[in-house]
């Protein structure tokens, strides 16, 4: 079966400071990555997906990157937070293949920035 | 561009109380898929069902049930005999199709519901 890890769970970190969130994924291959990010009270946001190593698309311009170096490995990063990134940033993975499939979420990161 | 309208922003019920979600959604495509999610504290979203624009009958799974109906653009969720363990927000979403190719999903922003013993 397939599962996503996520990781940290949590982090706090100052404004200015650079981030890397990253997600995995286990028992599938070539799949379709997403991040989210959820403000506290409200729906989800998509930020970026990739279809394959290398392949990016941003859906949101803003500070944040996003890199996919293996195939099952998607990583968020920041060169400098700013007090607007906080939030509940969720991973998410679907088949790959060019059909519609449904998308399964990891355990998510909250992230404070002070 | 598609839309997912969650019109009830929170909910609260008493236990065994019935209750319904709405999701209203807009879409060009003929073609198109139906999520929802459920989101209990603890923040992972986790997968209840999914549904394709071409079948139409009520699906039932224990005390869930679904309502899709395309003549309204409505794709409504019933919780029956509410319990504790379903205080969550749920999430309505809807998938699309990009001009690269590539499948979108573009959600609700939530109802929260709140169950109370």
């Known amino acids: 079966s397939q599962t996503i890890h996520q990781w940290p769970a949590t982090l706090v970190q100052p404004v200015g400071s650079p981030l890397s969130l990253e997600c995995t994924v286990e028992?599938?291959?070539?799949?379709?990555l997403y991040w989210y990010r959820q403000a506290a009270g409200r729906g989800l946001q998509l930020l970026f997906y990739?279809?394959?190593?290398?392949?990016i698309s941003s859906e949101v311009p803003q500070n944040l990157s996003a890199s996919r170096p293996q195939d099952r490995q998607f990583i968020l990063s920041s060169k400098k937070l700013l007090l607007s990134d906080s939030g509940f940033y969720l991973c998410?993975?679907?088949?790959?293949?060019?059909?519609?499939?449904?998308?399964?979420f990891g355990p998510g990161t909250r992230l404070t920035v002070l | 561009a598609q839309k997912v309208t969650q019109a009830q922003t929170e909910i609260s019920v008493v236990e065994k109380e019935d209750v319904t979600l709405d999701c209203v959604y807009e879409?060009?495509?003929?073609?198109?898929?139906l999520f929802w999610y459920k989101q209990p504290p603890s923040g992972e979203l986790v997968f209840l069902i999914r549904?394709?624009?071409?079948?139409?009958q009520n699906e039932i799974s224990g005390r869930y049930s679904w309502n899709f109906q395309k003549s309204t653009s409505s794709f409504n969720f019933t919780i029956t005999a509410s319990q504790v363990v379903d205080s969550a927000v749920y999430f309505c979403?809807?998938?699309?199709?990009?001009?690269?190719?590539?499948?979108?999903?573009?959600f609700g922003t939530g109802t929260k519901l709140q169950v109370i013993p």
């Open positions: 998410a993975w679907s088949r790959g293949g060019g059909e519609t499939d449904t998308q399964y």
């Open positions: 028992g599938t291959s070539n799949p379709n």
């Open positions: 990739s279809v394959g190593i290398g392949q």
């Open positions: 879409t060009r495509d003929t073609t198109y898929y």
């Open positions: 549904r394709n624009s071409f079948d139409e």
């Open positions: 979403a809807l998938s699309e199709w990009d001009s690269g190719g590539y499948q979108k999903v573009t």
